[in-house]
């Protein structure tokens, strides 16, 4: 299966701020996703990353707040904007594989705002 | 939307085995896919099945699927203090959305 590398695996940011987080995976995949897990919550899909285009938000996810970026096939970045206490949470990068029809996640990013 | 329900909290002894339910309501799911995550960390992928399959097993991991009543199980067999983590059910359909159950988390007591 393929191998993400997430960064940064955690970061302390002031309101207002914002945050992008990286993912790299070692092999070209067509679907990529970020989900955001609350504090003791399950996780909840924000977008799925398109190559080449415009990602596609959940409902509750708007562009403005999580801009997303997907340049390439490997390659994948999440903004949080203008952060809030309620952004503090753990994102994670996913992606699937088509061969084996299984998802795999990255370590995730946990973030806290103050 | 899609619901997949899952029971909060299960605790067993080392060496016991372990069953962790999951009930969800997407008739046209494809896969179901049982995740665990230890704390601090990602999502690790432990096992799926796709929904023509009734049974998979894998080591000391069995997965129960009953489609009729839209029923996912996990059987961890012989259960380690290694074992104790978070573990989500997780389905996905033609749209190759997951959707996640709220996870149970597994105390294996010594």
């Known amino acids: 299966s393929a191998v993400i590398s997430q960064k940064p695996s955690r970061d302390i940011c002031q309101r207002g701020t914002s945050l992008t987080i990286q993912c790299q995976v070692d092999?070209?995949?067509?679907?990529m996703f970020w989900y955001r897990q609350q504090p003791g919550q399950s996780l909840t899909l924000i977008a799925t990353?398109?190559?080449?285009?415009?990602?596609?938000?959940e409902s509750g996810f708007v562009i403005d707040k999580f801009p997303i970026s997907r340049p390439n096939l490997t390659f994948s970045t999440l903004t949080v904007s203008n952060m809030s206490p309620e952004d503090s949470s753990i994102y994670l990068c996913s992606v699937h594989h088509s061969a084996n029809y299984g998802y795999t996640f990255g370590s995730g990013t946990r973030l806290t705002v103050v | 939307g899609e619901d997949v329900e899952q029971s909060l909290f299960l605790s067993v002894r080392e060496g016991d085995s372990s069953v962790i339910n999951c009930t969800y309501t997407d008739s046209s799911s494809t896969y179901l896919y049982w995740y665990k995550q230890e704390p601090g960390a990602g999502l690790q992928l432990l096992t799926y099945i796709f929904s023509n399959m009734d049974m998979k097993q894998d080591q000391r991991l069995t997965v129960l699927l009953n489609k009729k009543d839209k029923h996912l199980s996990l059987r961890i067999a012989d259960t380690q203090t290694g074992d104790s983590a978070i573990y989500f059910c997780?389905?996905?359909?033609?749209?190759?959305?997951?959707?996640f159950g709220g996870g149970t988390r597994l105390m294996v007591k010594p």
């Open positions: 990353a398109n190559q080449g285009s415009e990602a596609t938000y």
């Open positions: 092999s070209q995949v067509t679907m």
């Open positions: 997780a389905e996905s359909n033609a749209g190759n959305m997951l959707t």
